[in-house]
């Protein structure tokens, strides 16, 4: 039995779900991230050998580590805007408010988050 | 104006497996927030504001295993593996498997809709997740 939807793929491209919509991707995409690297990674260092060494070294690598604390700090940020709001379900009246809120959080730890990385990575 | 009440009691919702996860998430998000905190602490407490880089107490932060702060210059890893941060890494590493894997089972069904195909899910995430906690576990008592 496929997957059935009553709109096509090129309406739900487009669907505007604006910035609720972006933070419900981001917070999936960002936990598949997570739990395919945590997965990996305990594996890797169970199994060590060649294999352990290679997956790990894909891991120490600069542009590897700006996607994976991509995805670490925007599901952490996201998730307690989440929870707060859902365990305290009046604020969901401010929701809107919530996500700005939540990217003047993130953007300038990830920013500075970058900036480390991308120094440490071109050697400076 | 609407006048009813937009909630529903607890009671009124009634309590099956899908609610239950659901508040498992939430107060397990709230779990891991802090146990980082405490790793974070910890570390420095015992001397990682001279010892360490920003990069390294946050790897120690994000799972406190004493692998973690071996390229350091913390001069004797010894208060790092005592088996109260064994225990706090094992806290974190079980909360986070059930928050994992239990994610990846909503994801799942958001795309997996006949009865067969959710079930062979479930029963491949429990596999999953018996099976990544125990060598988590292994790893975290034998380093």
């Known amino acids: 039995m496929g997957l059935k939807r009553n709109v096509s793929l090129s309406t739900a491209l487009r669907y505007k779900g604006q910035g609720p919509m972006l933070t419900f991707v981001l917070h999936r995409i960002g936990g598949l991230g997570i739990a395919i690297f945590v997965t990996t990674h305990i594996l890797a260092s169970f199994l060590g050998g060649k294999g352990g060494v290679f997956v790990n070294g894909i891991y120490e690598n600069w542009i590897f580590q700006l996607f994976i604390f991509f995805c670490v700090l925007f599901h952490a940020i996201n998730g307690l805007r989440i929870t707060i709001l859902d365990l305290f379900p009046k604020l969901i009246e401010h929701s809107r408010e919530a996500i700005w809120l939540e990217w003047a959080v993130f953007l300038p730890l990830y920013g500075f988050a970058v900036y480390v990385i991308v120094r440490a990575g071109l050697g400076g | 104006m609407q006048t009813k009440s937009k909630t529903l009691t607890l009671a009124k919702r009634g309590l099956n497996f899908e609610m239950f996860m659901w ?48 390229n350091t210059n913390v001069p004797d890893v010894a208060p790092w593996s005592t088996p109260f941060w064994r225990l706090v890494g094992s806290a974190l590493l079980l909360v986070a498997v059930g928050h994992g894997v239990h994610g990846l089972v909503v994801i799942a069904d958001d795309y997996i809709v006949s009865e067969r195909g959710r079930r062979i899910v479930r029963n491949l995430s429990i596999i999953m997740m018996l099976t990544m906690s125990g060598i988590g576990l292994y790893i975290l008592w034998t380093f």
């Open chain 2, 23 to 70: 508040m498992v998430t939430r107060l397990t998000a709230l779990a891991m927030y802090g146990l980082i905190l405490i790793a974070v602490i910890g570390a420095l407490i015992m001397g990682a504001r001279t010892q360490m880089n920003m990069a390294d107490i946050m790897r120690w932060g994000f799972m406190p295993n004493v692998t973690h702060v071996q």
